[in-house]
């Protein structure tokens, strides 16, 4: 990958990090500043007022009213920015890593050999095609319950649709990246034109329709609760333990659920001061269930005992066992790890075959690998290794 372009990946990485803390921050403020105020028992300075809240914070104590305004008042903020910069450096995120390396991080053969426009085709479908059916679900169901059941169910689908086609890092991204993509669409499809008609109305004149207020409410409200859920499947990718698991959709899945029963138990504790304990403990069943299940062993690709009978062959799966499995294996037998970094697998010939061109990258352009050469490859090995490698056509990144 060029130097500049990998720049890039690395910048817009941060802005959507700072974006994302900026936009998840002053939405779970706001959300705690709704449950926690309460109607106001002193007298208030404006018209309406609902509720009030008494802070103290960073030296200075803050006194705020929740009303319905009778009229406009000019410097009146909005929050929405960071949501659409995290929206838009998640896209390009999306598209720089993803699609642009389709072949090294969306398609991986021994899970589906997908053409690359095929695969960039099934990453930008599965995201279009997630806010459309949660708005109608919406639109059609009141019941917020209802509304949960539906989304979780088709979010345990869709994790388990995507790992059957991506890789298992792809695979967690894409969840968190659809679920992300519907929370950026409720704040700009729903939320900033509710709040935009209530602003109009009352700089029209008119009489205040606070059912708008209700409207964009329930969707922030929604983001609320799918908060966590994303904040761990995108993470995810960073945890092959899980994302690399034969089960590793029923892990995600369960862990997201135990993130919103965690964000449900705080909600009810400011809302009423109590603690729904029953709540904790789903969660906890939810933990120890995905836990539990890391704790199966991952089946081991096994290598075809035919191909062996050929010295080439047999001598570079060797040389690959010895200094490169003691890590990337299905159960990796060096200490440090308990599952394959990143994922990467090398239990077989097809494994190696399938990222030849990545394995060629970084033990023979960068030589990264074997990291801190720990199983002691020699030059004299590297070499049979690429001579191998460049028989099957393969070569250095970026073969994009
Ligand atoms: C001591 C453990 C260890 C050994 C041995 C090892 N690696 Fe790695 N490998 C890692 C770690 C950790 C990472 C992830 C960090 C990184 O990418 O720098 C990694 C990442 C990789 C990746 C990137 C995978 C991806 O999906 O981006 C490739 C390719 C790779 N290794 C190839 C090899 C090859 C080929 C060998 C043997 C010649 C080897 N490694 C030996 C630990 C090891």
């Given at each position: 990958?060029?130097?500049?372009?990998?720049w890039l990946?690395?910048l817009?990485?941060?802005?959507?990090i700072m974006?994302?803390?900026?936009?998840?921050?002053?939405s779970?403020?706001?959300?705690?500043?709704d449950?926690?105020s309460?109607?106001?028992?002193?007298?208030?300075?404006?018209?309406?007022?609902?509720?009030?809240?008494?802070?103290?914070?960073?030296?200075?104590?803050?006194?705020?009213?929740?009303?319905?305004?009778?009229?406009?008042?000019?410097?009146?903020?909005a929050?929405?920015g960071?949501?659409?910069?995290?929206?838009?450096t998640?896209?390009?995120?999306?598209?720089?890593i993803?699609?642009?390396?389709?072949?090294i991080?969306?398609?991986?053969?021994?899970?589906?050999n997908?053409?690359?426009?095929?695969?960039?085709?099934?990453?930008?479908?599965?995201?279009?095609?997630?806010?459309?059916?949660y708005?109608?679900?919406c639109?059609?169901?009141?019941?917020?319950?209802?509304?949960?059941?539906?989304?979780?169910?088709?979010?345990?689908?869709?994790?388990?649709?995507?790992?059957?086609?991506?890789?298992?890092?792809?695979?967690?991204l894409?969840?968190?990246?659809?679920?992300?993509?519907?929370?950026?669409?409720?704040?700009?499809?729903?939320?900033?034109?509710?709040?935009i008609?209530?602003?109009?109305?009352?700089?029209?004149?008119?009489?205040?329709?606070?059912?708008?207020?209700?409207?964009?409410?329930?969707r922030?409200?929604h983001?609320?609760?799918i908060t966590?859920p994303?904040?761990f499947?995108?993470?995810g990718?960073?945890?092959?333990l899980a994302?690399?698991?034969?089960?590793?959709?029923?892990?995600?899945?369960?862990?997201?659920l135990?993130?919103?029963?965690?964000?449900?138990?705080?909600?009810?504790?400011?809302?009423?001061?109590?603690?729904?304990?029953?709540?904790l403990?789903?969660?906890?069943?939810?933990?120890?269930?995905?836990?539990g299940?890391?704790?199966?062993?991952?089946p081991?690709?096994?290598?075809?005992?035919?191909?062996l009978t050929?010295?080439?062959?047999?001598?570079?799966?060797?040389?690959v066992?010895?200094?490169?499995?003691t890590?990337?294996?299905?159960?990796?037998?060096?200490?440090?790890?308990?599952?394959?970094?990143?994922?990467?697998?090398?239990?077989?010939?097809?494994q190696?075959?399938?990222k030849?061109?990545?394995?060629?990258q970084?033990?023979?352009?960068?030589?990264?690998?074997?990291?801190?050469?720990?199983?002691?490859?020699?030059?004299?090995?590297?070499?049979?290794?690429?001579?191998?490698?460049?028989?099957?056509?393969?070569?250095?990144?970026?073969?994009?």
């Amino acid at each position: 990958m060029d130097i500049l372009l990998e720049w890039l990946t690395i910048l817009v990485r941060w802005a959507h990090i700072m974006a994302g803390i900026s936009w998840i921050g002053t939405s779970f403020y706001f959300n705690w500043f709704d449950l926690s105020s309460r109607p106001p028992k002193e007298p208030v300075l404006k018209e309406n007022v609902r509720n009030t809240l008494h802070e103290v914070h960073g030296g200075s104590f803050y006194y705020h009213e929740q009303y319905w305004p009778g009229s406009d008042y000019k410097r009146t903020l909005a929050h929405s920015g960071p949501a659409q910069l995290t929206f838009l450096t998640g896209a390009a995120l999306l598209a720089l890593i993803y699609w642009y390396g389709v072949s090294i991080y969306l398609i991986d053969p021994l899970v589906y050999n997908l053409s690359k426009p095929g695969a960039i085709l099934l990453s930008v479908g599965s995201i279009a095609i997630a806010y459309p059916l949660y708005d109608k679900l919406c639109r059609e169901v009141d019941d917020d319950r209802k509304v949960f059941a539906v989304v979780a169910i088709a979010t345990a689908v869709a994790a388990f649709a995507l790992s059957q086609f991506f890789g298992g890092r792809a695979a967690y991204l894409h969840v968190g990246a659809v679920l992300g993509t519907i929370m950026a669409a409720n704040v700009q499809f729903v939320i900033i034109p509710n709040h935009i008609a209530m602003r109009r109305q009352i700089q029209a004149g008119e009489k205040l329709d606070t059912h708008h207020g209700f409207l964009a409410k329930r969707r922030s409200q929604h983001n609320n609760y799918i908060t966590l859920p994303v904040i761990f499947s995108m993470l995810g990718i960073h945890f092959p333990l899980a994302y690399s698991h034969q089960y590793a959709w029923i892990i995600l899945s369960l862990v997201m659920l135990a993130g919103v029963m965690l964000r449900h138990f705080r909600n009810i504790q400011f809302t009423s001061e109590k603690k729904d304990y029953r709540l904790l403990a789903v969660a906890a069943v939810c933990g120890v269930i995905a836990i539990g299940l890391t704790y199966i062993p991952k089946p081991a690709a096994q290598q075809d005992p035919a191909e062996l009978t050929d010295p080439v062959l047999k001598d570079i799966y060797e040389l690959v066992q010895q200094r490169c499995a003691t890590c990337h294996s299905a159960q990796p037998t060096s200490e440090d790890f308990t599952s394959a970094p990143l994922g990467f697998m090398l239990d077989t010939l097809a494994q190696l075959r399938a990222k030849a061109n990545l394995v060629y990258q970084r033990t023979l352009v960068t030589k990264d690998m074997p990291i801190g050469n720990v199983t002691n490859m020699t030059e004299v090995e590297r070499e049979r290794l690429r001579a191998w490698l460049q028989s099957i056509g393969a070569g250095p990144l970026p073969e994009e």
